[in-house]
C-alpha cells in the first residue's frame, strides 16, 4: 500500500526559503522507473504542477517557478525534500506530494497537502 | 505552458450524465494521449479517476469515462449521484517532463 505524507512549516515570512518534506511508504525511489513529484494548490484554485524527482536523482522544474525550486531525495529515509526560496504571498497554498504512475501518465498517489501561508 | 482550459461549472440532476471538457494545445493534449483527470472533495486530496486518457484505476465506478479529440480531453460521469458532487481537474503530459494542470470545473448535482 503506497501512502506519502508531507509536512513542515505552516507558515513563512515573506523572502524566507520553505522547506517541505515528503515521507512515503510501500514504494522505493531506488526502484528503476520510481518518481515522486509536487503539486500545490493555492486557497480555492487550481492545481498547478512544481516539480518531479526520479529514481536516478533526475530532475524536473516547472518553467516559471524553476529559478526558485529544488527538489532532493534521501532514498534510506524514504523521504523527498522540496525547497522554495523567496517566498511570497502568492505562493500561500495546499502543497501535495504524489507518486508518478509507471507510465509517468498521472500522480496515482497523493498525500494528504500541508497548506502553507506566507504572511509577516 | 499555460494551465488546460475547463468550465468554471457544470450541474447536472441525479441520473443525468454530464461532460467536462479540457481544452489544450498541440503541445500538450494534442500531442499525448496522457491526459489525467482528478476528483477533489472539500479540504480532501485529489484522487485519480481516470489516467492515459480513458483508463480507470481499480475501485473507480465505471459511471466515470474519458475520451479524447484532438487538442480536447473529455471526462463523461454517467448516472450522476450526490457524492459525485465535487470539483474535478484534468491533467496533461506537455513534454519535456512536464505537467500542466487545468483549472478545474465545479460539478454541482441539484
Partial sequence: ?120 | QSALTQPASVSGSPGQSITISCTGTSSDVGSYYLVSWYQQHPGKAPKLIIYEGSKRPSGVSNRFSGSKSGNTASLTISGLQAEDEADYYCCSYAGSTTWVFGGGTKLTVL
Fill in chain 1, 1 to 120: 500500500q503506497i501512502t506519502l505524507k508531507e509536512s513542515g512549516p505552516t507558515q513563512v515570512i515573506p523572502t524566507q526559503t520553505l522547506t517541505l518534506t515528503c515521507t512515503f511508504s510501500g514504494f522505493s525511489l531506488s526502484t528503476s522507473g520510481v518518481s515522486v513529484g509536487w503539486i500545490r494548490q493555492p486557497p480555492g484554485k487550481a492545481l498547478e504542477w512544481l516539480a518531479l524527482i526520479y529514481w536516478d536523482d533526475d530532475k524536473r522544474y516547472s518553467p516559471s517557478l524553476k529559478s526558485r525550486l529544488t527538489v532532493t531525495k534521501d532514498t534510506s529515509k524514504n523521504q523527498v525534500v522540496l525547497t522554495m526560496t523567496n517566498m511570497d504571498p502568492v505562493d500561500t497554498a495546499t502543497y501535495y506530494c504524489a507518486h508518478l504512475y509507471v507510465s509517468g501518465s498521472c500522480f496515482d498517489y497523493w498525500g494528504q497537502g500541508t497548506l502553507v501561508t506566507v504572511s509577516s
